[in-house]
């Protein structure tokens, strides 16, 4: 929720606001406010998660996301095809984000993709 719904909910509540104040404004605001949204994912999934293995999500959940073999970090592009990946997680019916509910390892359909679990960090 920290990952996706957080910066949406800033996104959009800015294109409201400049909508509101100058239908004019959201022409400058929307094309701004998605190339921000664009550079969040890449930092926050890419580099951040793919070097520390944490994203800020797994930060506040205190888990960490590692290579399955190695327990290090996956690095940047790995991390944002496992990114990616997750498209396929929702296809049949959000099957894939349920999946740790019953699977041994806790993988989603991504993590079974691309070689990665996650898993809790203890302080």
Not at 5 to 11: D, F, K, L, Q, R
């Amino acid at each position: 929720m920290i990952d996706i719904i957080a910066p949406s909910m800033v996104v959009s509540l800015l294109i409201v606001v400049a909508t509101i104040i100058d239908p004019a404004l959201n022409a400058v605001i929307n094309p701004v406010a998605n190339i921000a949204v664009l550079a969040f994912i890449v930092w926050n999934y890419g580099y951040k998660q793919g070097t520390t293995g944490q994203s800020l999500g797994k930060e506040v959940a205190k888990t960490r996301l590692l290579d399955s073999t190695t327990e290090q970090p996956i690095g940047f592009g790995m991390s944002f095809v496992r990114y990616l990946c997750h498209i396929l997680d929702g296809i049949p019916l959000f099957l894939g984000y349920l999946w740790p509910l019953w699977d041994d390892r806790k993988q989603t359909f991504a993590d079974k993709i691309v070689g990665t679990v996650v898993v809790h960090v203890d302080r």
